[in-house]
């Protein structure tokens, strides 16, 4: 099959499949009010892969079949295919501004580094390590649309920095079966849960590497229509508006859900590890999942960045504010922030080499940065938005406004000399979409803890950051021959300072 069309994506979310929203069972996900524009932005989002224009950049010839597949399923060896795989990255996040936080090249990146690294998953078990090249070769020959889920509820909060799930709600294996295992539970959050094929259950990655995290311990992929399976959806961003009124709402609400698994059976051949803690907490680490993942994440930070940019500039163009030192100053801080996320993409591509399973790897630490800095500029991104757009965030008639007995108050009063009053309204009801909205709202919640809690984010990259050559350095410098302790000074003598550094 390959790269797969819009209607064949949409037709195939048609499988039964158990949605809740709003106390309602969800019979059609590509149909309901609250689902479907987000199902038409994925389908359009797949589309894009088969315009003439885009075909080389977002697809390439498939080893096994010799059809067109994404170009995030390309398994790079060489600094040239990672280059060309975050340049389809970019050109995918572009088309959303990066409002579309979770495309299906975010979790593709994931199981084209899982799978390039099989030996991992062999050395828990031989199935495994078959089990995981299969399932990639299954998703990149049929271009399937994942979700995935990492985080288990929490009862006892103590508990769960332990290590120690909570029994009761917790996802955990029941029994296994001739067919495979069967699990119980919840897990949260499940971006574009209810709009996926199918469902990726990865490892929970702080669990207590003793006997009894055993049955918390397991990595698994199966169809959103599994029976059993359940997703339960917060409120909808898409209340129904034009794009005109909710230019972002409507087009690109992802959904998140807590999935519920109500004795689910999950057949062997689906299943990556099981019951081994120790593998669990380090898969994404040992397999470097992880930094193929963060380097598509960056391509996306780039994009929202740029967008925020484009905004801001045509924001203060418009009221022409723009003159302004003071302005230009606030809008540079947006500036930087792109050109920061720019960088670390460079550098990371740039610094890459081989790992250990033979995948042309990103350097780490450029992502692991970008990845702090991001969630952080986000907010101040947003927080320029409001200050820029400050009344004209709130002056904003609605699209039945315009051809309405008051056209004429439209006409008079909303525009600028740069633009006319549809035009000034539209371009207001993206900023206020950006930063006053619920949609919004959620967009600066989602950066802040795209990749976890901040400081668990922060102390994962201290752990992994170099710290001995800087450390020495400093020890290093204190113990030159023009030393600031001069040992005839009678301080008396404790040891040089180069000796500190080696532990002395």
């Known amino acids: 099959m390959g790269a797969r069309t819009a209607q064949q994506y949409l037709a195939g979310l048609n499988d039964g499949r158990e949605v809740w929203i709003g106390g309602e069972s969800v019979k059609d996900v590509t149909s309901h009010p609250a689902l479907r524009r987000g199902a038409d932005s994925i389908g359009a989002w797949l589309d894009r892969q088969h315009e003439a224009g885009l075909r080389d950049v977002l697809t390439f010839a498939s080893p ?197 698994f109500d004795d689910v059976e999950v057949p062997w051949e689906r299943i990556f590890l099981l019951e081994d803690p120790l593998s669990c907490n380090t898969v994404h680490s040992a397999t470097n999942a992880l930094i193929h993942m963060m380097h598509q994440v960056v391509c996306k930070n780039i994009a929202k960045a740029e967008f925020m940019v484009g905004l801001l500039c045509a924001m203060t163009w418009a009221n022409q504010r723009d003159r302004a030192p003071q302005t230009q100053a606030q809008i540079a801080e947006a500036m930087c922030v792109v050109e920061m996320m720019k960088a670390c993409l460079t550098a990371s591509e740039a610094d890459a080499e081989v790992d250990q399973w033979g995948t042309m790897t990103p350097d780490r630490m450029p992502l692991d940065a970008a990845r702090n800095v991001f969630p952080q500029q986000y907010q101040r991104l947003v927080e320029l938005v409001q200050l820029l757009g400050s009344s004209s965030l709130m002056a904003t008639p609605a699209q039945a406004d315009l051809t309405s007995a008051i056209a004429g108050d439209i006409d008079t009063y909303f525009a600028l000399e740069n633009l006319e009053a549809p035009q000034r309204i539209g371009l207001f009801r993206l900023a206020q979409d950006v930063a006053v909205s619920g949609f919004g709202a959620r967009q600066a919640l989602y950066e802040r803890f795209f990749f976890g809690a901040p400081e668990r984010v922060a102390t994962m990259l201290f752990q992994a950051y170099d710290k001995e050559p800087l450390t020495k350095r400093i020890f290093d410098f204190l113990g030159r021959p023009d030393g600031l302790i001069d040992p005839a000074d009678g301080a008396g003598r404790r040891g040089t300072a180069s000796e500190a550094a080696d532990g002395h």
């Open 64 to 260: 096994e079949s010799g059809d067109r597949v994404a170009m995030s399923f390309l398994r790079p060896v060489t600094q040239e295919e990672l280059r060309l795989r975050s340049a389809a990255f970019l050109e995918a996040a572009r088309w959303s501004g990066g409002m579309l936080g979770r495309t299906p090249d975010y979790l593709n990146s994931s199981f084209m580094a899982l799978a390039a690294a099989s030996e991992f998953f062999t050395a828990v078990n031989p199935e495994f390590g078959r089990n995981i090249q299969a399932y990639f070769r299954h998703l990149r020959e049929n271009d399937v649309v994942l979700t995935h889920t990492l985080v288990n509820p929490s009862v006892n909060r103590r508990l769960t920095d332990q290590g120690i799930p909570s029994e009761q709600v917790a996802l955990h294996i029941v029994r296994h079966t001739d067919r495979g295992i069967v699990v119980r539970g919840a897990r949260l959050l499940a971006t574009l849960g209810p709009l996926a094929d199918e469902l990726v259950v990865f490892p929970s990655t702080s669990l207590k590497d003793d006997p009894s995290s055993t049955r918390y311990a397991f990595a698994f992929a199966v169809p959103c229509s599994t029976r059993g399976l359940r997703f339960l959806c917060r409120d909808s961003y898409d209340t129904g508006r034009p794009a005109f009124d909710a230019p972002l709402s409507a087009r690109f609400e992802e959904m998140d859900s807590v999935v519920v």
